[in-house]
Protein backbone atom coordinates (compact mmCIF):
# COMPACT_ATOMS: atom_id res chain seq x y z
CA UNK A 1 0.00 0.00 0.00
CA UNK A 2 1.55 3.56 -0.66
CA UNK A 3 2.41 5.28 1.87
CA UNK A 4 0.69 9.03 2.11
CA UNK A 5 3.49 10.74 3.65
CA UNK A 6 6.23 9.92 1.84
CA UNK A 7 5.33 11.76 -0.93
CA UNK A 8 3.40 14.70 0.46
CA UNK A 9 6.54 15.63 2.33
CA UNK A 10 9.63 16.99 0.57
CA UNK A 11 13.15 15.48 0.87
CA UNK A 12 11.60 12.10 2.90
CA UNK A 13 13.33 8.65 2.37
CA UNK A 14 10.48 6.25 3.48
CA UNK A 15 13.13 3.68 3.17
CA UNK A 16 15.53 4.81 5.25
CA UNK A 17 13.23 6.21 8.12
CA UNK A 18 11.77 2.62 8.60
CA UNK A 19 15.62 0.97 8.81
CA UNK A 20 16.38 3.21 11.29
CA UNK A 21 13.30 3.16 13.33
CA UNK A 22 12.63 7.15 13.75
CA UNK A 23 11.70 9.68 11.41
CA UNK A 24 14.30 11.62 9.68
CA UNK A 25 15.66 14.74 11.40
CA UNK A 26 14.60 17.21 9.26
CA UNK A 27 11.34 16.06 8.91
CA UNK A 28 11.02 16.42 12.58
CA UNK A 29 12.69 19.88 12.35
CA UNK A 30 10.22 20.87 9.42
CA UNK A 31 7.09 19.95 12.03
CA UNK A 32 8.66 22.16 14.78
CA UNK A 33 9.34 24.85 13.03
CA UNK A 34 5.97 25.16 12.35
CA UNK A 35 4.88 25.09 15.20
CA UNK A 36 7.49 27.33 16.33
CA UNK A 37 6.60 30.04 14.08
CA UNK A 38 3.04 29.85 15.14
CA UNK A 39 0.93 28.11 12.89
CA UNK A 40 -0.08 24.62 14.10
CA UNK A 41 -0.06 22.27 11.74
CA UNK A 42 -2.84 19.88 12.80
CA UNK A 43 -1.54 16.48 11.13
CA UNK A 44 -2.91 13.15 11.76
CA UNK A 45 -0.05 10.66 12.31
CA UNK A 46 -1.31 7.11 12.36
CA UNK A 47 0.10 4.04 14.63
CA UNK A 48 0.08 0.62 13.35
CA UNK A 49 1.43 -2.51 15.45
CA UNK A 50 1.76 -6.18 14.32
CA UNK A 51 2.89 -8.51 16.72
CA UNK A 52 5.53 -11.19 15.02
CA UNK A 53 2.96 -13.91 14.46
CA UNK A 54 1.06 -11.45 12.24
CA UNK A 55 0.73 -11.30 8.78
CA UNK A 56 0.16 -8.04 8.01
CA UNK A 57 -1.09 -4.47 8.77
CA UNK A 58 -3.93 -4.44 5.33
CA UNK A 59 -6.75 -3.99 7.97
CA UNK A 60 -4.71 -1.56 9.98
CA UNK A 61 -3.76 0.74 6.68
CA UNK A 62 -6.92 0.50 5.07
CA UNK A 63 -8.39 1.78 8.14
CA UNK A 64 -5.71 4.97 8.63
CA UNK A 65 -6.28 5.92 5.21
CA UNK A 66 -9.51 6.82 5.29
CA UNK A 67 -8.44 9.45 8.03
CA UNK A 68 -5.82 10.59 5.20
CA UNK A 69 -2.83 10.38 8.27
CA UNK A 70 -0.13 12.49 6.84
CA UNK A 71 2.70 10.17 8.77
CA UNK A 72 2.58 6.68 9.72
CA UNK A 73 4.52 4.98 12.21
CA UNK A 74 4.49 0.87 12.23
CA UNK A 75 6.13 -1.39 15.02
CA UNK A 76 6.47 -5.12 14.51
CA UNK A 77 6.55 -6.91 17.86
CA UNK A 78 4.41 -7.40 21.04
CA UNK A 79 2.64 -4.12 22.48
CA UNK A 80 3.94 -5.73 25.59
CA UNK A 81 7.38 -4.32 24.99
CA UNK A 82 8.17 -1.45 26.35
CA UNK A 83 11.26 -0.50 23.77
CA UNK A 84 8.54 -0.24 20.55
CA UNK A 85 11.03 1.57 18.55
CA UNK A 86 8.31 3.39 16.03
CA UNK A 87 5.70 3.76 19.24
CA UNK A 88 8.56 5.87 20.96
CA UNK A 89 9.64 8.00 17.42
CA UNK A 90 5.93 8.80 16.97
CA UNK A 91 5.64 10.61 20.30
CA UNK A 92 8.90 12.23 19.59
CA UNK A 93 7.23 13.23 16.65
CA UNK A 94 3.78 14.74 17.45
CA UNK A 95 3.35 18.12 18.13
CA UNK A 96 0.42 20.34 19.84
CA UNK A 97 -2.25 20.17 17.36
CA UNK A 98 -1.34 16.65 16.07
CA UNK A 99 -3.79 13.95 16.12
CA UNK A 100 -2.55 10.13 16.82
CA UNK A 101 -5.10 8.03 15.40
CA UNK A 102 -5.03 4.23 15.81
CA UNK A 103 -7.14 1.69 14.42
CA UNK A 104 -7.94 -0.21 17.81
CA UNK A 105 -7.33 1.13 21.60
CA UNK A 106 -5.20 -2.32 22.00
CA UNK A 107 -2.98 -1.12 19.23
CA UNK A 108 -1.51 1.79 21.22
CA UNK A 109 -1.15 0.31 24.92
CA UNK A 110 0.14 -2.49 26.24
CA UNK A 111 -2.02 -2.36 29.09
CA UNK A 112 -5.45 -0.05 30.58
CA UNK A 113 -3.16 1.32 32.34
CA UNK A 114 -0.49 2.17 30.12
CA UNK A 115 -3.03 3.35 26.87
CA UNK A 116 -5.08 5.72 29.70
CA UNK A 117 -1.39 7.33 30.87
CA UNK A 118 0.14 7.78 26.98
CA UNK A 119 -3.31 9.65 26.57
CA UNK A 120 -3.32 11.52 29.32
CA UNK A 121 0.11 12.41 28.30
CA UNK A 122 -0.84 13.36 25.39
CA UNK A 123 -3.33 15.76 26.47
CA UNK A 124 -0.85 17.50 28.86
CA UNK A 125 1.12 17.89 25.57
CA UNK A 126 -2.40 19.18 23.24
CA UNK A 127 -1.95 16.31 21.27
CA UNK A 128 -5.65 14.68 20.64
CA UNK A 129 -6.08 11.19 20.54
CA UNK A 130 -8.82 8.97 17.97
CA UNK A 131 -9.20 5.16 18.11
CA UNK A 132 -11.23 4.16 14.88
CA UNK A 133 -12.96 0.68 15.93
CA UNK A 134 -13.97 2.42 19.60
CA UNK A 135 -14.77 5.67 17.68
CA UNK A 136 -13.00 7.54 20.79
CA UNK A 137 -11.82 11.05 19.63
CA UNK A 138 -10.55 12.90 22.47
CA UNK A 139 -10.69 16.43 20.75
CA UNK A 140 -14.39 16.24 21.55
CA UNK A 141 -15.81 16.34 24.93
CA UNK A 142 -17.13 13.16 25.07
CA UNK A 143 -14.00 11.47 24.30
CA UNK A 144 -12.10 13.56 26.77
CA UNK A 145 -14.54 12.28 29.71
CA UNK A 146 -14.70 8.43 28.44
CA UNK A 147 -10.65 8.27 29.16
CA UNK A 148 -11.45 10.27 32.33
CA UNK A 149 -13.99 7.32 33.22
CA UNK A 150 -11.40 4.89 32.10
CA UNK A 151 -8.63 6.94 34.62
CA UNK A 152 -11.20 6.55 37.41
CA UNK A 153 -12.16 2.90 36.69
CA UNK A 154 -8.38 2.12 36.49
CA UNK A 155 -7.38 3.38 40.34
CA UNK A 156 -10.72 2.48 41.88
CA UNK A 157 -9.40 -1.35 40.72
CA UNK A 158 -6.18 -0.69 42.32
CA UNK A 159 -7.99 0.41 45.65
CA UNK A 160 -10.31 -2.49 45.87
CA UNK A 161 -7.31 -4.59 45.40
CA UNK A 162 -5.27 -2.94 47.94
CA UNK A 163 -8.02 -2.83 50.73
CA UNK A 164 -8.93 -6.64 49.63
CA UNK A 165 -4.85 -7.61 50.71
CA UNK A 166 -5.04 -5.75 53.19
CA UNK A 167 -8.21 -6.97 54.86
CA UNK A 168 -6.88 -10.27 54.23
CA UNK A 169 -3.99 -9.39 56.34
CA UNK A 170 -5.73 -8.10 58.75
CA UNK A 171 -7.89 -11.23 58.86
CA UNK A 172 -4.81 -13.33 59.64
CA UNK A 173 -3.25 -11.58 61.97
CA UNK A 174 -6.58 -11.58 64.16
CA UNK A 175 -6.11 -15.30 63.60
CA UNK A 176 -2.28 -15.19 65.03
CA UNK A 177 -0.65 -15.69 61.04
CA UNK A 178 1.64 -12.76 60.07
CA UNK A 179 1.35 -11.80 56.37
CA UNK A 180 3.90 -12.88 54.03
CA UNK A 181 6.06 -15.57 53.19
CA UNK A 182 5.73 -18.40 55.52
CA UNK A 183 9.57 -19.29 57.06
CA UNK A 184 11.40 -22.08 56.47
CA UNK A 185 10.78 -23.05 59.97
CA UNK A 186 7.19 -23.21 59.64
CA UNK A 187 7.27 -25.47 56.44
CA UNK A 188 10.04 -27.68 58.37
CA UNK A 189 9.49 -31.80 59.62
CA UNK A 190 10.24 -31.21 63.15
CA UNK A 191 11.55 -34.92 63.14
CA UNK A 192 14.17 -33.88 60.66
CA UNK A 193 15.06 -30.41 62.10
CA UNK A 194 15.47 -32.35 65.21
CA UNK A 195 17.94 -35.07 63.41
CA UNK A 196 19.81 -32.27 62.04
CA UNK A 197 20.54 -30.85 65.33
CA UNK A 198 21.98 -34.44 66.65
CA UNK A 199 23.77 -35.43 63.60
CA UNK A 200 25.43 -31.73 63.75
CA UNK A 201 25.83 -32.33 67.45
CA UNK A 202 27.82 -35.28 66.52
CA UNK A 203 30.38 -33.59 64.46
CA UNK A 204 30.89 -37.18 63.02
CA UNK A 205 29.42 -35.95 59.09
CA UNK A 206 29.70 -32.84 57.09
CA UNK A 207 26.91 -30.24 56.68
CA UNK A 208 26.44 -30.71 53.24
CA UNK A 209 25.85 -34.55 54.15
CA UNK A 210 23.64 -33.58 57.24
CA UNK A 211 21.71 -31.65 54.51
CA UNK A 212 21.63 -34.14 52.46
CA UNK A 213 20.10 -36.51 54.97
CA UNK A 214 17.50 -34.49 56.25
CA UNK A 215 16.27 -32.35 53.44
CA UNK A 216 18.20 -29.03 53.58
CA UNK A 217 17.67 -26.96 50.68
CA UNK A 218 19.87 -23.86 52.08
CA UNK A 219 22.75 -23.32 53.89
CA UNK A 220 21.15 -20.15 55.21
CA UNK A 221 18.21 -22.30 56.56
CA UNK A 222 20.63 -25.09 57.80
CA UNK A 223 22.77 -22.38 60.60
CA UNK A 224 19.69 -20.49 61.18
CA UNK A 225 18.02 -23.29 62.34
CA UNK A 226 20.61 -26.20 63.28
CA UNK A 227 23.99 -24.04 63.94
CA UNK A 228 22.82 -20.62 65.12
CA UNK A 229 19.80 -21.63 67.50
CA UNK A 230 20.98 -19.87 70.29
CA UNK A 231 20.02 -16.21 68.22
CA UNK A 232 16.68 -17.29 67.58
Not at 19 to 30: A, K, S
Not at 68 to 88: H, I, N, W, Y
Not at 113 to 126: G, P, Y
Not at 137 to 148: L, Q
Request: hydrophobic share 35%; net charge positive.
Amino acid sequence: MKTLCASSLPGLDSQASQMQGRPPQELIDHHADTVSEGVKTRMKIGYMRISKGEQTTALQEDALATTLCEKTFRDVMSGAKDDRPQFLAMLEFARPGDTIVVWRLDRLGRSLRHLIDTVMDLQKREINFLSLTENIDTSTPGGKFTFHLFGALAEMERDMIRQRTQAGLDAARARGRKGGRPQAIDTMDPKKLQRAKELYAKKEMTVPDIMKLTGFKSKDTFYKYVVNTDVH
